[in-house]
């Protein structure tokens, strides 16, 4: 994976993309944060060397470089997840790419269920925290000692610091962010009746199909992650109701506009 690592940061170096302040990866329905940046170059992953494609269509599969505020921003407009088929290894292989052009921190959203009643959708919740149902992990197989150690300590896996300055923020623009427990399994169905009482019932408030691989190879390279789940949906097994991708889209459409001002925000500090 080394050899992949190098090729493509070489590539991505040589069309101008460098020492970004803040890489973002945006989630379902959450790339209108694109709009706020003074662009200088985009690249679509299918042209990026080693770079998996986005397959959901809602996830444009675009890698964007530009400006906020005088702050150098790389975005991923578009993800990749476990249930498109991808190994994790390939799923967080942008992270490492990130670290390699000497990215600083790392910022990310997703869509996700609401499992504690007292958050609604259209709302957003501050990862604090996550539980990995994953039947895999990015960090199977033979370790990248150039990447950081074999046995990554994840007690504190989303960055303090990051969280303090998204909390002053959410209260300074009167912006409502819960903080809480982010749990991932594999999809792509949404959770039967019974597996959102259990989901529920081992801590977890929000429900979700990506980001932890991507925050156990940040943590794994050294570089302060934090992430915000747009609550697109309630998931209430006693009053369950059939939910569709463009339902959950519109949902994180209205939210956006609060999610790119705590980024933007915290970015431009």
Not at 77 to 93: C, I, K, M, P
Not at 220 to 225: A, S
């Amino acid at each position: 994976m080394m050899q992949k690592l190098i090729e493509t940061t070489k590539f991505l170096k040589e069309h101008g993309i460098k020492s970004p302040d803040y890489s973002v990866i945006l989630g379902t329905g959450l790339g209108g944060f694109v709009n706020k940046i003074q662009i200088d170059t985009i690249i679509d992953y299918v042209d990026i060397p080693n770079f998996p494609v986005s397959t959901v269509e809602s996830h444009k599969g675009k890698l964007i470089q530009g400006t906020i505020g005088g702050k150098r921003v790389l975005a991923m407009q578009g993800r990749f997840h476990y249930y498109e088929g991808y190994s994790l290894s390939e799923v967080t292989f942008p992270v490492r790419v990130m670290k390699m052009l000497d990215t600083k921190y790392l910022l990310i959203s997703n869509a996700g269920g609401g499992l504690n009643p007292e958050f609604k959708k259209g709302s957003l919740m501050l990862l604090d925290d996550h539980i990995n149902l994953l039947p895999d992990n990015p960090l199977r197989g033979k370790n990248l000692d150039e990447m950081g150690p074999r046995f990554p300590d994840m007690s504190c896996p989303y960055s303090p610091d990051l969280n303090r300055i998204f909390e002053a923020i959410a209260k300074e623009k009167s912006i409502v962010l819960h903080k809480g427990v982010y749990v991932v399994v594999p999809g792509p169905n949404l959770e039967t009746r019974a597996e959102y009482r259990w989901l529920r019932n081992m801590g977890a408030d929000v429900v979700g199909m990506s980001t932890v691989p991507e925050v156990i190879v940040a943590n794994q390279i050294g570089l302060p992650c934090a992430a915000i789940s747009v609550i697109t949906d309630e998931c209430d097994p006693a009053n369950l109701h059939p939910v569709a991708l463009s339902e959950i889209i519109a949902i994180a459409g209205i939210a956006e506009p609060d999610l790119i001002e705590l980024f933007c925000s915290l970015i431009t500090l």
